[in-house]
């Protein structure tokens, strides 16, 4: 069992800027898919983005396209999502969680809950003045 484990919510006014870090266990970042996912209260989780942690692909949400930016650090085994220009909409709790690739073989970047094996408890995200 992989516990994925999140930081870096909280409340923000619209325009600003968070920045939310997942810490996954072990050393291999290259061997998954890490996304970032999110639900706001009365909705469907949904996808954000994701990120291959064999090659740095990168996939978004039309959501959030120029705003947010996923990244990965292959010696501190994390995963970031910047997120600027927030809204109010962008509220919501933030989960990380990890799909299962390998070391070889096709994979696919895609912002499907039910697609990621491991999930964090979420951050909450507030965007509100």
């Known amino acids: 069992q992989l516990q994925l484990v999140e930081s870096g919510g909280g409340l923000v006014q619209p325009g600003g800027s968070l920045r939310l870090s997942c810490a996954v266990p072990?050393?291999?970042?290259?061997?998954?898919?890490l996304g970032w996912f999110r639900q706001a209260p009365g909705k469907e989780r949904e996808g954000v983005s994701c990120?291959?942690?064999?090659?740095?692909?990168?996939n978004y949400a039309d959501s959030v396209k120029g705003r947010f930016t996923i990244s990965r650090d292959g010696a501190k085994n994390t995963v970031h999502l910047q997120m600027n220009s927030l809204k109010p909409e962008d509220t919501a709790v933030y989960y990380c969680?990890?799909?299962?690739?390998?070391?070889?073989?096709?994979?696919?970047?895609?912002?499907?809950?039910?697609?990621?094996?491991?999930w964090g408890q979420g951050t909450q995200v507030t965007v509100s003045s």
């Open positions: 969680a990890l799909d299962f690739i390998g070391r070889s073989g096709p994979y696919r970047l895609n912002l499907i809950p039910h697609e990621y094996d491991y």
């Open positions: 072990g050393d291999r970042l290259d061997l998954y898919v």
């Open positions: 990120i291959s942690g064999r090659d740095g692909s990168t």
